[in-house]
């Protein structure tokens, strides 16, 4: 069995190749008590893959709330902003970080052969020299070509699918539903900026404008016929963990009303978001289901969710039951 890997140390590596206080609790209005009919503008089942139950009402509450003129809780359009983690949240993060897995098979193709268990054994110092012979030493076109050609090749080591194949069907549908209801979604994650950029768009609707991620220093470069945008192997920015508010404030420059995420290292961007004023939503996507995905919290190396269960019904946050709430898992045509 892998030891624990703290995400950070792991999300750091991977940008090398590129909770809070408790506050008294403030009152608001109770989500249970709202209407639960999609707002106007969304199909009449805009979450076709979750069963019926608690998790679902909570979302669909939310957003006839936030977006029904009149109601004590609408919240104006400029306003609507909800930001999403990626790994674990929007798709598989088993049995390791797809960027990760990327890292690996990059090493590989350089001649260098990286058995993971081994990598983990032997610490952080080899997980950063991988990662960074992998991920710089390129300009920024030449990493997403690799990037773009990689996720059209790889395949899952157990499912033997695309990785693409392995985006949340449920949360495929939330994006929707938070759009159609005149939201802005924004992916913040603790992997590599230009790593999501290269398939949000396209897998989740999500322009790379509305990625934000960790990175590393970007350098301009004007010696040739056409100018470059250089990756150096120095980190500029760890978008994980605390990092995440702050990203948000950088790129967003507005606190969003809605978030959701499934680990430990989403806990800060959840508390930022539902701490400020009027009607929040925080979810957590719980990973309970061993039959159809993998069942993994406290122990995890990746995606650890530990403190999150203990934080999320004191604060007021729903856990996303992937086997009670899902009924369908995946999203891709070649998914399981």
């Known amino acids: ?57 909570r979302i669909l509450s939310f957003l006839h709330a936030v977006t029904t003129p009149g109601s004590p809780q609408f919240v104006p359009a400029d306003e609507r902003i909800a930001v999403f983690d990626n790994d674990g949240t929007l798709w598989s993060e088993q049995p390791m970080y797809v960027q990760l897995a990327f890292a690996l098979d990059r090493a590989r193709a350089l001649g260098v052969a990286v058995d993971r268990d081994d990598l983990m054994a032997r610490g952080n110092a080899a997980l950063l020299d991988l990662l960074t012979r992998t991920h710089t030493g390129m ?20 499912l033997r699918v695309p990785y693409t194949a392995l985006a949340y069907r449920p ?42 991620g960790s990175s590393v220093v970007t350098r301009y470069e004007d010696s040739g016929d056409v100018p470059r945008l250089l990756r150096e192997p120095r980190l500029e ?39 400020g004023p009027g ?5 957590l996507v719980h990973h309970d289901d061993a039959r159809r995905e993998v069942a993994y919290d406290r122990s995890s190396p990746f995606g650890r969710l530990d403190r999150g269960l203990e934080e999320a019904p004191k604060r007021g946050w729903g856990l996303i039951s992937m086997r009670e709430d899902w009924a369908r898992i995946y999203a891709g045509s070649e998914g399981p």
């Open 237 to 275: 920015f760890l978008d994980d963990g605390p990092g995440k508010p702050v990203g948000i404030h950088r790129a967003i420059g507005r606190r969003p009303i809605a978030a959701f995420g499934n680990s430990d290292g989403d806990l800060a961007m959840l508390r930022w978001v539902t701490s």
């Open 139 to 158: 300009d920024t076109e030449a990493f997403a070509a690799l990037v773009r050609r990689w996720l059209a090749e790889a395949r899952h080591p157990t």
């Open 279 to 283: 009607l929040r939503l925080g979810m």
């Open 1 to 57: 069995m892998l030891p624990a890997l703290s995400r950070r140390l792991v999300l750091m590596g991977a940008l090398l190749l590129p909770l809070l206080g408790r506050r008294p609790a403030r009152a608001r209005p109770a989500l249970s008590a709202l209407p639960s009919a999609p707002p106007s503008g969304m199909p009449p089942d805009p979450l076709p893959s979750w069963s019926p139950g608690p998790s679902r009402e």
């Open 171 to 212: 949360m495929l549908e939330v994006l929707a539903a938070f759009r159609a209801a005149g939201f802005r979604t924004w992916i913040v994650t603790g992997g590599g900026l230009d790593f999501v950029r290269v398939f949000a768009e396209r897998l989740y609707g999500i322009p790379p404008e509305q990625v934000v």
